[in-house]
DNA sequence: GTGAGATAAGTTGATATCAACCTATATCTC
DNA sequence: GAGATATAGGTTGATATCAACTTATCTCAC
C-alpha cells in the first residue's frame, strides 16, 4: 500500500500545454488583444474598448447587464471598464427612465465620432487577420469560440 | 462633395459582434477562466496560476522569457504574475549562474505538491469540456487558437 | 580591456478581471 | 400595502495585463 506518489511527471507538463483549450484560449486573447491594440492605438483605443463602444451602438442604448452578457463578461468588470470612456466623455451612463435599478449606457457624440473612425481601421486589421488564417477556416473557429463564450 | 458620414450604422455594429475574431477571443477566453477558476478554487490556484506553474514543471527550470514565450505573455506581465506565487513559498526565482541578467524560476516541493493536488482536478474537469466540445471538433478548435496565438 | 550595442529583467502607472460583499429598486405574496 | 424575495448595479481588494522607461549584464568589435 503505497501512498501516490506526491509529485507529477514532466509528461503532464506536456499534456496541459499541449491539449488544455484554456490555455490555448488565453494565449489567443492575449496575442490577438496586444495586436489590435497596436492596430487601435493611433486611434485612441484599445481592443477591449473598440468592442464596447460597437456594443453600444444600437438604436436603443442597452442596459448593463445585457452588454455584460454579450461581452460575456463580468458585470463588475463591464463597471470598471465604462470608468475611463465615461471620463473621457465618450460614454454615458443614466438611469433607465421604467426601471430605476437599471443603468442605460450610450455613446455620446463625440463616442460615435471616434468609433465611426475606429472601423475601418478595424476592418483593414480584420481582413488582413483573416486572409492570414485561411488555412484554418475562420469560419469554423469563430463557431469554436462562440461555443467556449456559451459555457 | 460630401463629407464622409461622421458615424456609423447599427449594421457595422452586428458585422463586428458576428465575425471579430479577437471579441469572439476576448469572449471565450473570459468565459474559459471563470469555469477553469472555478473548477480549481477547491485547490487554491486560478487556472492561470495552474498554466504557468505547469510550464515550470520540467527537468531544468526554465528562465522568464521562455515561460513568457510557452504562454504568449509580456514579460512584465510575468513578472507581476510570480508575485502572489513567490508570496505563497510555490515558486522561486534565482539568478542563473551562468548568465547574471537571467532568472531561473523553479516549483518548490510544495509548490510540485499543489501542482498535483490540481492535475487530477484539470483533467477532470478538461476531459468533461472535451465532451461537451464533440460538436465543435475540439481538436481543430485548438489548432485554431494555435494560429492566433503565433500572430 | 573598453566602449557600443544587444539582451534579460524590474518598475511604474493605467486599465482589465473577478469574487465577495453591499445598496437600491422592483415584484410578488399574503 | 407590508414584508419577503428577486434583480440591477456599485465598491473593495486582489490579481492580471501591457506600454514606457530604467537597470544590470553580456557580447562583440576594435
Redesign the pocket.
Known sequence: MTEPAPEIGHAATLRVRDSCLCLHA?RAA?AL??HF??ILRPVGL?N??FSLMMALNRPEPP???QVADLLA?????L???LK?LVGRGLVT?SVDDR?????RIALTRSGRQLLAAAYPVWQAAHDALEGRLRAHDPERLRDGLLALGRL
Do not use: E, K, L, S
Not at 426601471?99 to 443603468?103: E, G, I, K, L, N
Open positions: 488565453q492575449r488583444a496586444r491594440d497596436d484599445t477591449g474598448q442596459v448593463m447587464g463578461m463580468d458585470r463588475t468588470t463597471t470598471a471598464c475611463p451612463a426601471d430605476h435599478r437599471r443603468r
